[in-house]
């Protein structure tokens, strides 16, 4: 991997500086840079980039960062800053898109369940607005448990790290790097990357289908894994090189 590359470690600094700042003034900066439910009112538009940048633990922000190190150095390498830079940003985006698509899916489902039980949307955005919050118990007499569980949670969760970035990071590298042997932590058998890329975006896309609550943003981890196999698969068929970038 040589030396550490200078976007690579720009990104590090960031994100270990806002990681600090995090634990030192807590919940504020999650409010302020964490990525809010656009319909809510904690969304601000700079949360869209802001978010890449927070982590909710250590092993969240090690994780991350460690990827970035691993496979985001030899990228930067071959292609240089600004087209890693790109690629990079666009992932955390299309995580971003993907995300918030599949959270407006289930808050709509809501929203139109308890509308059709009586509810108005207008009764529902002060309730999810007010400072206590919306009571789930009392609507799960009205609509199944999991839709007002994913309605709630679509409204109030948030969505921080860099692991939607990272993705299109893994895809890019198994595009050019397909025969490096990776290794799984729970499995320490080196697997090629052009294995170990799919098999880590199927674990996320069984799990993000079958919604099943790992307290892990799948969709995001997906949403970065396609704009990255894209955006290779586009600079692969025209032969975008560093010459466009630098």
Excluded: C
């Excluded at 509810?119 to 607005?129: D, I, P, V």
Aim: proline share 3%; net charge neutral.
């Amino acid at each position: 991997m040589g030396r550490l590359t200078e976007a690579v470690k720009h990104l590090l600094i960031i994100n270990v500086i806002l990681f600090f700042a995090t634990m030192i003034y807590g919940g504020q900066m999650q409010e302020w840079l964490a990525l809010s439910f656009p319909e809510s009112n904690g969304f601000r538009w700079w949360q869209i980039i802001s978010h890449m940048f927070m982590h909710w633990s250590v092993v969240h922000i090690l994780f991350n960062m460690y990827a970035l190190w691993a496979f985001g150095t030899p990228l930067e390498q071959n292609w240089g800053r600004n087209k890693f830079l790109f690629f990079y940003f666009s992932a955390g985006l299309g995580s971003v898109i993907l995300y918030t698509s599949v959270n407006y899916y289930f808050f709509n489902q809501g929203l139109d369940t308890l509308i059709n039980a009586g509810f108005t949307k207008s009764q529902l955005m002060e309730a999810l607005a007010s400072p206590n919050g919306i009571d789930s118990e009392i609507l799960k007499k009205y609509a199944p448990s999991d839709v007002v569980d994913n309605f709630v949670s679509s409204y109030y969760g948030k969505g921080a790290g860099a692991s939607g970035a990272i993705y299109g990071i893994l895809v890019a590298f198994a595009f050019m790097y397909s025969e490096a042997r990776l290794m799984l932590i729970f499995l320490p058998v080196p697997i090629k990357a052009k294995y170990f890329v799919p098999l880590l975006i199927a674990v996320d896309l069984i799990f993000g289908i079958g919604n099943v609550n790992t307290g892990i943003a799948h969709f995001a981890h997906i949403g970065g894994a396609l704009i990255g196999f894209l955006m290779m698969w586009y600079w692969k068929k025209n032969e975008f090189n560093d010459k466009h970038w630098d």
